[in-house]
C-alpha cells in the first residue's frame, strides 16, 4: 500500500525562490509537495516561502514549507517541499503534466 495521499509526477520544470537568489528544477512534484533540485541552496532560507513556476503566460507563486533537504559532497542540493495553500491552478499545472501536455 502506498503511504502517499497523491501521485508523484516526474518532471523537469524550472523554478525560483521568491525574494531569494535561489533557482532549481522541479523533478517532482504532487498535490501535496515537490522536490527541488539546485546545484547549491543559498541559506540562510527561511522554512516558509513561495515558489515561482512558469504556468502557461504567467508565473504560478506557490506558497511552501521546507520538508526536507538533500546533501551531496558536502552541499546541500535539493529539498522537499509542502504545499501550504493549495491554489486552483496549481492543480490545473498538476492535470496537465499528468496527462504528458506542457505547463
Known amino acids: ?8 509526477i516526474e518532471t523537469s520544470l524550472e523554478s525560483h525562490c521568491s525574494d ?3 533557482f532549481g528544477t522541479v523533478t517532482n512534484i504532487s ?3 515537490m522536490f527541488i533540485r539546485s546545484p547549491k541552496i543559498n541559506f540562510p532560507l527561511a522554512s516558509q516561502f ?4 512558469p504556468y502557461k503566460e504567467e508565473i504560478l507563486n506557490v506558497p511552501v ?8 559532497n ?3 542540493d535539493g529539498m522537499g517541499v509542502k ?3 493549495l491554489q486552483k491552478k496549481y492543480l490545473d499545472l498538476l492535470i496537465r503534466l499528468n496527462a504528458g501536455s506542457q505547463p
Not at 1 to 8: A, G, S, V
Request: aromatic content about 12%; cysteine-free.
Open 1 to 8: 500500500m502506498d503511504k502517499r495521499d497523491f501521485k508523484r
Open 31 to 33: 498535490g501535496n509537495g
Open 20 to 22: 531569494l537568489n535561489y
Open 74 to 76: 558536502g552541499y546541500y
Open 65 to 72: 514549507i521546507i520538508k526536507r533537504l538533500t546533501k551531496s
Open 83 to 85: 504545499i501550504i495553500n
Open 50 to 53: 513561495e515558489i515561482s513556476i
